[in-house]
């Protein structure tokens, strides 16, 4: 059983336990934490979903992401499912934006991470991930707009990834 806390839309604890799959109550949000992550070389990791997840299955996404488990700080739950995700360790997280979406009761918070690690380092979450690979920023946004990938916002993406060098 996974927990979750409960926050008002601007992000404040409200002492909710909230229990994935369970109906979110009225006026109360969950965390999603979205890390994006960036090599050195400038090309951008992608994860292909399980086929088996009830959301989005075999969807490709940038880098890792996933809801906050009870206790856990945004940054808390962003190294930790990079970590669980991509075998990445994400000591130097960068915050870029947050954004709520109603109408999912969901505040997320995106981050980037650069990283020099080997790109066949990758390690894939069993449940979770079943594929990676590496896309220039130009094959990136080609693919955003596809129904191939998936993301909270292709417009907030798609700005991201254009500030980056």
């Known amino acids: ?6 926050y008002n839309i601007v992000g404040e604890k409200v002492g909710i336990d909230l229990i994935r799959g369970k109906k979110i109550p009225k006026d109360i949000f969950h965390c999603v934490v979205v890390i994006i992550v960036v090599h050195e070389d400038g090309t951008y990791l ?38 669980e995700e991509t075998g990445i360790l994400g000591e130097n997280l960068i915050f870029m ?3 709520v979406k109603e109408e999912y009761q969901t505040i997320y918070k995106i981050y980037l991470h650069r990283c020099s690690s080997d790109k066949n380092s990758i390690t894939l979450q069993q449940g979770e991930t079943i594929d990676f690979k590496w896309v220039s920023k130009v094959e990136l946004l080609g ?4 129904d191939e990938f998936i ?8 700005r991201i990834i254009m ?3």
Do not use: H
């Open 163 to 165: 500030t980056q060098e």
């Open 151 to 158: 993301s909270p916002s292709i417009e907030l993406m798609k």
């Open 97 to 99: 934006e947050s954004f």
């Open 46 to 83: 992608l994860m292909q979903r399980d086929y088996n997840k009830t959301v989005f299955p075999g969807k490709w996404e940038t880098g890792a992401s996933g809801c906050l488990q009870k206790g856990e700080s945004f940054e808390e739950g962003a190294k930790r499912e990079l970590l």
């Open 143 to 146: 693919i955003v707009d596809t």
């Open 1 to 6: 059983m996974e927990i979750w806390d409960g």
